[in-house]
């Protein structure tokens, strides 16, 4: 069982979080100040680096933008191994999923997709046609964007979704140390992924014990 772990900071936990076994490392990336959290291109270079440097594990830069030639600049600038589009979902259309996994390959495109309503199992096969990887978070109720939330979606809908495609597919939302067995014996994904429930208390920085816990339980499940 492969794990991904977001969002990270700085360049010692993103060392920190590479030494312990997780395979997916990822960061929010941007410099139009769409999310509070973001980094900027220099920043995120400094992780992405770091982590090559002391681990083989993937790097992902998750963008919330929409604008075709805003991603690839994304792209450019910071070299991930695959970028996570995880804005307002109603934006990306396949086709331009289609055209940016075209442009930007050999980088990956993982699409988010939202999981509540009975349309997602619909919704997840029209893009896994487009995308290479999908990732299942929990839908926040028609604010932009999708995930980080905190909280667990219907597992059964993810499960179905698994089912049903024939690309790669994360688990997240609400996952931590504690639930994340269950969630892979129920929904049988490829990778499983964390933020809210990896993070200190109070805090969007991560707690390494959590995230420690959380890889382990998952390997062990696997």
């Known amino acids: 069982m492969k794990t991904q772990i977001y969002a990270l900071k700085t360049v010692p936990e993103a060392i920190a979080t590479a030494e312990v076994g997780v395979d997916f490392i990822g960061i929010t990336v941007g410099e139009?100040?769409?999310?509070?959290?973001?980094?900027?291109?220099?920043?995120?270079?400094?992780?992405?680096?770091?982590?090559?440097?002391?681990?083989?594990?993937?790097?992902?830069?998750?963008?919330?933008?929409?604008?075709?030639?805003?991603?690839?600049?994304?792209?450019?600038?910071?070299?991930?191994?695959?970028?996570?589009?995880?804005?307002d979902f109603d934006r990306y259309t396949p086709e331009l999923v289609v055209r940016l996994r075209s442009r930007l390959s050999p980088v990956k495109i993982m699409m988010a997709i939202p999981v509540g309503a009975p349309d997602s199992v619909a919704k997840a096969a029209m893009y896994a046609r487009a995308a290479d990887v999908l990732i299942l978070d929990t839908d926040r109720s028609h604010v932009p964007g999708v995930g980080a939330t905190g909280e667990v979606h219907d597992w059964r809908l993810s499960a179905e979704i698994v089912r049903r495609v024939n690309i790669p597919v994360v688990l997240a939302g609400g996952l931590s140390p504690d639930n994340v067995q269950e969630a892979i014996c129920r929904v049988r994904p490829w990778a499983v992924d964390s933020y809210t429930h990896t993070n200190a208390a109070g805090s969007r920085y991560k707690d390494l014990e959590k995230v420690a816990a959380f890889n382990r339980a998952a390997k062990e499940t696997a």
């Open 32 to 87: 139009r100040g769409r999310l509070p959290w973001e980094l900027d291109f220099r920043r995120s270079r400094e992780i992405f680096a770091a982590v090559r440097g002391v681990s083989a594990a993937h790097v992902l830069a998750l963008t919330v933008a929409w604008d075709e030639e805003e991603i690839v600049e994304t792209a450019v600038q910071t070299s991930p191994d695959i970028v996570h589009l995880s804005g």
